[in-house]
């Protein structure tokens, strides 16, 4: 066997036991900063997006309306009432919800990254696809998610 095949496996199994270790924490105790990702990358047609909503009070309280929305779709039934996690539902997923109150958490996933998810949902999670919601009301969520952050 080759050094650089050697060096290779070993990087592999490095990485392997890293995630491993993640995600065991992640779902022991759910309140990892930063959470590890479990999604898959968004297209790149999504992934570039930027959020093209202005940050603003009208802006910002129509997204925290949404995500604490009364009916059965809200985030916050997942999410929590803040969104850090802990919404009632919560306890019964594997991985747990997100929490958005973990700013590196937040803030290293791009706009395009967070349109895609609220719209296509995350597979192996329990986030749904959200086909109700327009294009503006994801992206004033996401504005909304990012204030959590602060």
């Excluded at 916050?76 to 009432?81: A, D, I, L, T």
């Excluded at 997100?98 to 803030?107: G, I, L, S």
Aim: proline residues 9%.
């Amino acid at each position: 066997m080759s050094r650089a095949f050697l060096t290779t496996v070993c990087g592999m199994l490095a990485l392997w036991s890293t995630l491993m270790v993640n995600l065991a924490l992640a779902q022991s105790t759910g309140k990892q900063c930063p959470q590890p990702r479990f999604t898959g990358q968004a297209p790149p047609e999504y992934l570039a997006r930027k959020n093209p909503v202005p940050e603003n009070a009208e802006n910002l309280e129509a997204g925290g309306r949404l995500f604490k929305a009364g009916s059965a779709g809200a985030c916050s039934v997942c999410h929590g009432e803040v969104g850090s996690g802990d919404g009632p539902l919560s306890e019964q997923f594997k991985p747990p919800p997100r929490d958005f109150t973990c700013a590196k958490t937040v803030n290293d996933i791009p706009d395009g990254q967070l349109f895609w998810i609220i719209r296509f949902g995350s597979p192996g999670t329990a986030m749904p696809d959200n086909p109700q919601f327009s294009d503006q009301q994801i992206w004033q969520i996401i504005l909304h998610l990012r204030q959590l952050a602060k």
